[in-house]
Nanobody, 126 residues
């Protein structure tokens, strides 16, 4: 049971990136999938969560408008499209899963998530 996050890199302010999170060993159909990020010296923060049980997507306030969650059911992969990137978006980005299938409070995922991906570094710099 693994999650593999990828797609990070160096991008200029105003640029875009697409992150991917591929699941192996289980299906993403009925779980809750969250994207998180953690900047240097900061706590891990939630970005967006998709509930497989409710078929709903919920964005944290700071992510609305610039970040978009999507999924490819056939490939068991989810994506995070990030646009109009800012220097302060620089962080390690993680995906995680809760098998219960509901999002709940993303602040609790640090202890409540069942699986975490290894993280992918996003650096926004000119």
């Amino acid at each position: 049971v693994q999650l593999q996050a990828s797609g990070g890199g160096l991008v200029k302010p105003g640029g875009s990136l697409r992150l991917s999170c591929a699941a192996s060993g289980f299906s993403l159909d009925r779980v809750a999938i969250g994207w998180f990020r953690q900047g240097p010296g900061e706590e891990r923060e939630g970005i967006v969560c998709y509930s497989g049980r409710a078929d709903t997507t919920s964005y944290e306030d700071g992510a609305k408008g610039r970040f978009t969650f999507s999924r490819d059911k056939g490939k068991n992969i989810v994506y995070l499209d990030m646009n109009s990137l800012k220097v302060e978006d620089s962080a390690v980005y993680y995906c995680a899963v809760r098998k219960v299938g509901l999002c709940g409070l993303m602040d609790l995922w640090v202890h409540a998530a069942d699986v975490w991906g290894q993280g992918t570094q996003v650096t926004v710099s000119s």
